[in-house]
């Protein structure tokens, strides 16, 4: 039932930060685990951050200490801040919504990090 949009991807320096946001659309949402993923040309997909409908998260090792995963359930957003950003976290990242025997991913957006 989840509908998901993100934003705030762009072209950013090393070291720099960004906040991507996942907005969603439709009934249910804090019942949903949310995740954020993403993918580079060539490679999988791979998780980022996770965070469960009760507020646990879990992160890659390749981005723990620079990224954040949050979820506002009133505004049915979700968020990922990037800090520190790396050349190799450049990639389309995506918002996913899941539960048990459910999935929705959003479009992406595009995170590009070179000087």
């Known amino acids: 039932q989840v509908q998901l949009v993100e934003s705030g991807g762009g072209l950013v320096q090393p070291g720099g930060s960004l906040r991507l946001s996942c907005a969603a659309s439709?009934?249910?949402?804090?019942?949903?685990?949310m995740a954020w993923y993403r993918q580079a040309p060539g490679k999988q997909r791979e998780l980022v951050a996770d965070?469960?409908?009760?507020?646990?998260?879990v992160y890659a090792d390749s981005v723990k200490g620079r990224f954040t995963i949050s979820r506002d359930n009133a505004k049915k957003m979700v968020y990922l801040q990037t800090n520190n950003l790396k050349p190799e976290d450049t990639a389309v990242y995506y918002c996913?919504?899941?539960?048990?025997?459910?999935?929705?991913w959003g479009q992406g957006t595009q995170v590009t990090v070179s000087s």
């Open positions: 439709g009934s249910f949402f804090s019942i949903n685990s």
């Open positions: 996913k919504a899941y539960r048990s025997g459910y999935e929705r």
């Open positions: 965070i469960t409908s009760g507020g646990s998260t």
